[in-house]
């Protein structure tokens, strides 16, 4: 196989610089994982997970006590997309662009917007994962950071109340909420802010731990019809099923929900009689025919721990006898993690790019995630 591509390099990375600087917010706050590198297509990977240790008393004996059993649950995760964004030139029309823009640089671009492609459509299913979080802050349809910095240390306490790790929080916001952010005066004076970062570049500072980023992957939610529902029973803190009566219309799953102080995101959809809400479930105990209410129209921007949200990214499959490709060359974007697979096929006076990616992403730890409601 020829290296016809080694000299694309430099339009490659190119390319990358251009992408990397879109609004992906998403892809470099989440953990990358290569374990799911050799699974196939759709194949369940089992990502284990630790329930939480009783203590119990320390009681000499002539032999230890015969206990420690534990029951280890799973999440099950894989790769579930598998695409591509192709392009092709012919002799004829190659030859006819030389002379005016260049094909070098219109080959450039069409390489950049094929990345774009790719990267928004990851940006978008990690936005989407904030629907299986734990609880939610702020007030649905009201921009946060109107006025001052305590949205994120509200989110910031949903997380510490679940027990997430605090070393490596993440925050992706839309940018509606970025430009609110932006505009606050402690964050562009300097004397208040320590920097002139967000006024001289642009640039989100961390806040309360999390480091914020934008993403125009942010996902919004309509809400289901759902009104004058109560719980029909009596519920334990940690409950995540939660029995609903006597109201009418839809609890969809994204919704979210208050019941009693608490704004908890429903996970499953109202059927039967119940819906679930995402773990760790009810932080306080709920009496029989306490209100469910649901919020209006949000935008949910995203809090998490790294550790929370997984992506796995890998070239699409090839067989072992390889495809027609004349030419393949793998290349990473250093910024955001991502790998993109470039190929290129030559046919009868023809040449047809192709740049493609593999990946799946999942929640696996909903109590280290919430909704900054928007």
């Given at each position: 196989?020829?290296?016809?591509?080694?000299?694309?390099?430099?339009?490659?990375?190119?390319?990358?610089?251009?992408v990397s600087r879109e609004?992906?917010?998403?892809?470099?706050?989440?953990?990358?994982?290569?374990?799911?590198?050799?699974?196939?297509?759709?194949?369940?990977?089992?990502?284990?997970?630790?329930?939480?240790?009783?203590?119990?008393?320390?009681?000499?004996?002539?032999?230890?006590?015969?206990?420690?059993?534990?029951?280890?649950?799973?999440?099950?995760?894989?790769?579930?997309?598998?695409?591509?964004?192709?392009?092709?030139?012919?002799?004829?029309?190659?030859?006819?662009?030389?002379?005016?823009?260049?094909?070098?640089?219109?080959?450039?671009?069409?390489?950049?917007?094929?990345?774009?492609?790719?990267?928004?459509?990851?940006?978008?299913?990690?936005?989407?994962?904030?629907?299986?979080?734990?609880?939610?802050?702020?007030?649905?349809?009201?921009?946060?950071?109107?006025?001052?910095?305590?949205?994120?240390?509200?989110?910031?306490?949903?997380?510490?109340?679940?027990?997430?790790?605090?070393?490596?929080?993440?925050?992706?916001?839309?940018?509606?909420?970025?430009?609110?952010?932006?505009?606050?005066?402690?964050?562009?004076?300097?004397?208040?802010?320590?920097?002139?970062?967000?006024?001289?570049?642009?640039?989100?500072?961390?806040?309360?731990?999390?480091?914020?980023?934008?993403?125009?992957?942010?996902?919004?939610?309509?809400?289901?019809?759902?009104?004058?529902?109560?719980?029909?029973?009596?519920?334990?803190?940690?409950?995540?099923?939660?029995?609903?009566?006597?109201?009418?219309?839809?609890?969809?799953?994204?919704?979210?929900?208050?019941?009693?102080?608490?704004?908890?995101?429903?996970?499953?959809?109202?059927?039967?009689?119940?819906?679930?809400?995402?773990?760790?479930?009810?932080?306080?105990?709920?009496?029989?025919?306490?209100?469910?209410?649901?919020?209006?129209?949000?935008?949910?921007?995203?809090?998490?721990s790294r550790s929370a949200?997984?992506?796995?990214?890998?070239?699409?499959?090839?067989?072992?006898?390889?495809?027609?490709?004349?030419?393949?060359?793998?290349?990473?974007?250093?910024?955001?993690?991502?790998?993109?697979?470039?190929?290129?096929?030559?046919?009868?006076?023809?040449?047809?790019?192709?740049?493609?990616?593999?990946?799946?992403?999942?929640?696996?730890?909903?109590?280290?995630?919430?909704?900054?409601?928007?």
């Amino acid at each position: 196989m020829s290296n016809t591509l080694t000299s694309l390099i430099p339009d490659l990375y190119a390319s990358l610089d251009v992408v990397s600087r879109e609004l992906s917010g998403f892809i470099p706050s989440v953990t990358m994982d290569a374990t799911a590198e050799r699974a196939s297509l759709n194949q369940a990977i089992r990502i284990p997970i630790t329930p939480a240790a009783p203590a119990e008393n320390v009681s000499p004996g002539q032999l230890p006590p015969d206990d420690g059993d534990q029951v280890i649950s799973n999440i099950p995760f894989s790769i579930t997309k598998s695409r591509m964004v192709p392009f092709r030139w012919t002799g004829e029309e190659q030859k006819g662009v030389i002379t005016g823009p260049g094909y070098a640089d219109i080959r450039r671009d069409q390489i950049s917007q094929a990345m774009r492609t790719l990267v928004n459509e990851i940006e978008v299913d990690l936005g989407n994962l904030a629907f299986l979080s734990s609880r939610a802050s702020g007030t649905a349809g009201t921009t946060p950071f109107a006025t001052n910095l305590g949205d994120t240390a509200q989110v910031r306490k949903i997380l510490s109340d679940n027990g997430a790790p605090l070393s490596d929080l993440q925050c992706v916001i839309d940018t509606t909420s970025g430009a609110s952010l932006r505009t606050l005066a402690q964050l562009t004076k300097a004397n208040e802010a320590g920097t002139t970062a967000l006024r001289a570049q642009g640039t989100l500072l961390e806040l309360h731990g999390f480091t914020i980023r934008e993403s125009a992957g942010v996902a919004s939610h309509a809400p289901g019809t759902g009104a004058s529902y109560v719980t029909n029973g009596a519920l334990a803190v940690g409950a995540t099923a939660i029995p609903a009566q006597t109201g009418t219309g839809t609890i969809l799953a994204g919704d979210v929900v208050t019941i009693g102080a608490y704004k908890y995101v429903v996970t499953t959809a109202l059927s039967g009689g119940s819906f679930t809400i995402g773990a760790p479930g009810l932080r306080a105990a709920v009496a029989t025919g306490s209100t469910i209410t649901g919020v209006s129209a949000f935008t949910a921007n995203f809090a998490f721990s790294r550790s929370a949200i997984v992506l796995a990214t890998r070239a699409p499959a090839l067989p072992e006898e390889g495809d027609m490709a004349d030419d393949r060359i793998m290349i990473q974007d250093p910024r955001t993690g991502m790998a993109f697979e470039v190929s290129m096929y030559k046919q009868y006076r023809r040449v047809r790019y192709e740049i493609a990616a593999a990946w799946g992403c999942q929640n696996i730890k909903p109590a280290h995630t919430a909704i900054l409601l928007g």
